[in-house]
């Protein structure tokens, strides 16, 4: 009996997706459990597997296809396997040369979304890269690591001088987390009243405390001890005390939140993702370090499950991992308070009547002005600065 394969469920807020690769093609043999096609969506991307064994009679949604949930995108046809095991042997008799475009197809490297995409954009060979994931599969570290790391070129031909007024264009098409991340960044500044306050942090202190604390908290913990969690326990201590902060809007009523799961923005291949941390009131400074790095890494490696990236009642991002001094971050619906935190850098300040350099960080905090009002934000910010300004508050937080 033939059985379909259908875009599966990942979750309430994901209706559509796109046919990103079929790692299996029309007449090829499937085991039930074989992972046949992978997907985009705007959160996650995810392999759909066979339901059954036998044959994939049909592909009804080419590569690049956009689809919905439940969707079919191929059929299985029940007992084309043993047709086929039983048609090996008079097929072996007389074997076929293999087509050259062929080849590819059946010499294919597990790899992961992302470790794909980095292969494309730097022109790496994925099956020259050795992976370092499970049962070899390629992650995009490894990806980085040959692109850091190449082999020698050949001498090409030095190229021949362009000529005058040829100027060439690409069109690329967004995938499908790119084109939702441009819907809704649009979507926020048509609906939400935002604006943006800044404030400048005397990081002094916080360094001082993890130069002092950091050696044996990595023998304790076997990790680093970071900025985010001081940031994360101060913007909790803010929440705490101007709790529309901590709301979104449903109609014409405010929803207030009284817990705090706080999303931590990071940077992946295919655009900004979210992961959240859940009840971070709760979570001890390692606990939050240790789990921003493994957001980072299953960014980096395209393993975050929507659960990762689900909800969230506020968001810190930190553009200053990637240079940026200043900037206004834009919120992300349906929450009405993001922070922005920047680089630190060495500047002159006056502190009793003396000019000296300390290292300073512009934060920033967008808002939207429907429920919280200017001053609000303001005391906001100015708490979150108190905090991180004297870490041992944090505590009594």
Do not use: C
Not at 58 to 63: L, P
Not at 125 to 132: N, R
Not at 352 to 381: C, K, S, W
């Amino acid at each position: 009996m033939p059985a379909n394969v259908v875009v599966p469920e990942v979750g309430e807020s994901i209706v559509d997706a796109r046919v990103a690769k079929w790692l299996k093609k029309e007449g090829d043999v499937v085991n039930v459990g074989d992972p046949l096609v992978e997907l985009e969506t705007d959160k996650i991307d995810l392999e759909v597997a066979a339901p059954q064994g036998g044959v994939l009679s049909k592909i009804a949604h080419a590569d690049g296809a956009d689809v919905k949930v439940g969707e079919v995108l191929g059929v299985i046809e029940e007992g084309g396997a043993r047709t086929a095991e039983a048609a090996k042997p008079a097929q072996a008799l007389e074997p076929k040369p293999e087509p050259a475009n062929r080849k590819p197809e059946t010499d294919k490297t597990r790899s992961t979304p992302a470790a794909r995409n980095a292969a494309q954009q730097n022109a790496v060979d994925l099956k020259k890269v050795q992976g370092t994931g499970d049962a070899g599969r390629v992650m995009r570290r490894d990806v980085e690591s040959a692109v850091a790391k190449p082999s020698a070129p050949a001498p090409k031909p030095a190229p021949a001088p362009r000529p005058a007024g040829n100027r060439t264009e690409e069109r690329v098409r967004m995938s499908k987390r790119r084109a939702t991340i441009a819907k809704r960044l649009i979507e926020a500044q048509s609906t939400a009243a935002m604006l943006t306050t800044f404030n400048e942090i005397d990081m002094s202190a916080v360094q001082a405390v993890r130069e002092r604390h950091k050696q044996a908290f990595k023998e304790r913990h076997g990790i680093g001890l970071g900025l985010t969690s001081f940031f994360v326990k101060a913007a909790i201590g803010a929440l705490r005390e101007f709790p529309r902060i901590n709301a979104e809007i449903q109609g014409d009523e405010m929803v207030l939140k009284h817990y705090y799961d706080i999303g931590i923005a990071v940077g992946a291949s295919e655009g900004l993702v979210v992961p959240v941390l859940r009840d971070a009131d709760r979570l001890s400074f390692a606990q939050i370090e240790a789990t921003v790095r493994a957001f980072a890494k299953a960014a980096d490696e395209g393993t975050l499950s929507l659960a990762d990236l689900k909800g969230g009642t506020f968001t810190i991002t930190n553009g200053g991992v990637f240079g940026s001094l200043f900037s206004t971050p834009i919120l992300n619906p349906p929450q009405v308070g993001i922070l922005g935190l920047h680089a630190i850098k060495d500047r002159p300040m006056a502190v009793g009547g003396q000019v000296v350099i300390r290292p300073l960080m512009y934060a920033a905090l967008t808002y939207d002005h429907r429920i919280v009002d200017g001053a609000e934000a303001v005391q906001f910010l100015v708490r979150v600065k108190q905090l991180v300004e004297d870490p041992g508050a944090l505590l009594i937080e």
